[in-house]
């Protein structure tokens, strides 16, 4: 069973990867369900697979921009946020990440470890100004 102080680390990186990698030149982000503009710090790493399905908690593809209450207090807004996957990745990646969220996924410290360090590197790679 993998470590649960790996898993929040990972969920802390993948979280601010998103978040950055959604920001503009000057830090902003739109909210992927209702198109609200905040800074990168005030939003969530919304996810529309539900973040219990491990085999799509840190797919790229199934993360983006929420602000706080389509997140947390809509519940994650998973029709609307199916609707913008769908206009931004195709209706067949969309059905590829549902698929995936369907099998059970477990991963090693390792392979967590290894994650952590994938969405390190992509951070510092980020030349974003915030």
């Given at each position: 069973m993998a470590n649960r102080k790996l898993e929040q680390k990972l969920d802390e990186v993948f979280?601010?990867?998103?978040?950055?990698?959604?920001?503009?030149?000057?830090?902003y982000v739109s909210c992927i369900t209702c198109l609200a503009r905040l800074k990168w710090n005030e939003v969530d790493c919304g996810h529309w697979q539900r973040r219990g399905h491990h085999g799509t908690r840190w797919e790229r593809d199934n993360a983006a921009v929420q602000c706080s209450k389509c997140n947390r207090e809509k519940?994650?807004?998973?029709?609307?946020?199916?609707?913008?996957?769908?206009?931004?990745?195709?209706?067949?990646?969309?059905e590829e990440i549902k698929e995936l969220a369907?099998?059970?996924?477990?991963?090693?410290?390792?392979?967590?470890?290894?994650?952590?360090?994938e969405n390190?590197?992509?951070?510092k790679n980020l030349?974003?100004?915030v």
């Open positions: 979280s601010l990867r998103v978040r950055l990698e959604s920001a503009d030149f000057s830090g519940g994650g807004r998973s029709d609307a946020f199916e609707e913008a996957l769908v206009d931004d990745l195709g209706e067949e990646r969309v369907t099998k059970p996924a477990y991963f090693s410290d390792e392979e967590l470890k290894e994650k952590i360090k390190k590197s992509i951070l030349s974003m100004v």
